[in-house]
Structures are given as C-alpha cells and as structure tokens.
C-alpha cells in the first residue's frame, strides 16, 4: 500500500496569511493525489484533483501543486471559513490511502 | 442537485452484523463509481471499498476485507455495505461518496455513525 505523510500535522495562522501544506508519497504516484477540506462535524470536499486540477466552485485562492513523491496545497490568502482539517488521498492504486490530516487553526 | 443520504448506522456488539444503505438523487446514479469512506471518532480518514458504476469490480483495504461487501442497485439509485465480524475498531462514521474519474472521491453524503460496542 502507498503511505501518505503530511506535514505540518497542525498550523495556526491569521486571516490574509499564505499557507502551504505538503504531503508526501511513499512511492511515485505522478500527479494522482486529491486534496480535501472537512470542516468539524461536516463531510469533507474534494478542493484539488490530479495534483493541480481545481474543483468546480472551489475558490481560487487554493491551488495544488507537485508530482512524483511531492505534493502541496496552498491558501494564497487564507479566510475565516478556511480553518478546518485538510487531507490529501493518493488515486494512482488501490487501496486508496488519506495523508493523516492538517488542521489549519486560527492564530 | 446531487444528494447522498446515509442510513443503517448504530450500535451494534462484536462479531455482529450491520447492512448501510445510501440513497442516491440529482445525479444518474448508474454512470458513477462509488466509495464507502469511513472516519473514526477524532481521526482521520479511512477508505473502505469501491464498487465500478455497473458493479463488476469491487475492491477493499485489508482492514475491511472478507468482512465487508459492497454491492449496488441502479434501479434503487441505492449503494450498499454488508458489514459482518464487527469489531470494536470498525466504530466510525460512515460516508458514501461518488467517484469522480481517476479515483478521487468527489461528492459526500453527511455520515452514519456505526458504533461497535458490548
């Protein structure tokens, strides 16, 4: 199975700042990695496809990047209702795998 | 617009069995992928299995294989997961979700719980 490491597990931040958050992969997975949002209590949301690709009504302020073993999520300008958990998942094999979480937490 | 409602959760002692349902709307149910994604009290998450749109192929994690079994009816708009040999550490919320093309996991219903306890 492919193993997900993000990092930072958590990361406190004020509104307008610039976050970025890395994930990385056990093995190459070219550009086959999503990224999720989950606010508490909620369901999470697919925000990035295919490393880069954004989600239809996701806002533009995130983008993805990366490829290989190395992957990002950035917050260009981070916004109230950003603070939540975000969670990359690998979609290059089965079983699908989730990095273990970073929580995004006002500073 | 897409719905997904989760539905079967509780409590339930080990070894026991569990059937979830997910009923589908707002979408061709038929032309999509399905995951059953599930998440632990405070942790992360964690996927379960997969079933094709026509439900040919299925596939598991280890955690979960032989015990559960994922299965569909496009009549129904309906997505199932037989669980059997529960275990405590089967106590999660349980989402289905939509596969958008590539495996990622694209629309999420809001969750049963499923609680494994004596």
């Not at chain 1, 509104?15 to 369901?43: E, F, H, M, N």
């Not at chain 2, 997904?4 to 979408?27: D, I, K, M, T, Y």
């Amino acid at each position: 199975d492919i193993q997900m490491t993000q990092s930072p597990s958590s990361v406190s931040a004020s509104v307008g700042d610039r976050v970025t958050i890395t994930c990385r992969a056990s093995q190459g997975i070219t550009t086959s990695l999503a990224w999720y949002q989950q606010r508490p209590g909620k369901a999470p949301k697919l925000l990035i496809y295919a490393a880069s690709s954004l989600q239809s009504g996701v806002p533009s302020r995130f983008s993805g990047s990366g490829s290989g073993t190395y992957f990002t999520l950035t917050i260009s300008s981070l916004q109230p209702e950003d603070f939540a958990t975000y969670y990359c998942q690998q979609a290059n094999s089965l079983p699908l795998t989730f990095g273990g979480g970073t929580k995004v937490e006002i500073k | 617009q897409v719905q997904l409602v989760e539905s079967g959760g509780g409590v339930v002692q080990p070894g026991g069995s569990l059937r979830l349902s997910c009923g589908a709307s707002g979408f061709t149910f038929a032309y999509y992928g399905m995951h059953w994604v599930r998440q632990a009290p405070g942790k992360g998450l964690e996927w379960v299995a997969f079933i094709q749109n026509i439900g040919l192929f299925k596939h598991y994690p280890d955690s979960v294989k032989g015990r559960f079994t994922i299965s569909r009816d496009n009549f129904r708009n309906t997505l199932y997961l037989q669980m059997n040999s529960l275990r405590p550490e089967d106590t999660a919320v349980y989402y289905c979700a939509t596969d958008q093309q590539g495996y990622y996991v694209s629309r999420w219903g809001q969750g049963t719980l499923v609680t494994v306890s004596s």
